[in-house]
């Protein structure tokens, strides 16, 4: 638990950020090219980017984030990446998953949604 709130030292986070990186170089364009939504790769972006990014976000809490309050930071970090984890699993398993939600960014609204 120690390791995940100060996320941003030791060897095995830091291994952990470099391997998450190269998934998701790999995940996101593979999930992009497909066109259905595959359930293997989006349980795999629903781990990769919130864990990547909690990493991330924990460098950002010891640059700028003031000594005496970064403890509570990185608690409210590890909420926020908890909430994230649970949220995207959810989407994946009871919604229609990462991959189509994000491509219906992009869509055109159909005309008859049109107001």
Do not use: C
């Amino acid at each position: 638990m120690a390791s995940m709130l100060a996320a941003d030292r030791g060897a095995l986070m830091m291994r952990t950020y470099h391997a998450s990186g190269i998934a998701l170089a790999g995940l996101v364009p593979t999930a992009m090219v497909l066109p259905l939504s595959v359930l293997p790769i989006d349980l795999a972006l629903g781990v990769a980017l919130p864990l990547h990014s909690h990493i991330a976000l924990n460098f950002v809490v010891s640059d700028y984030v003031p000594t005496k309050i970064a403890p509570v930071a990185r608690a409210g970090l590890l909420g926020v990446t908890a909430l994230t984890l649970f949220g995207l699993f959810t989407l994946n398993t009871k919604g229609e998953g990462i991959t189509k939600t994000v491509k219906r960014l992009w869509k055109a609204p159909s005309s008859s949604s049109k107001v």
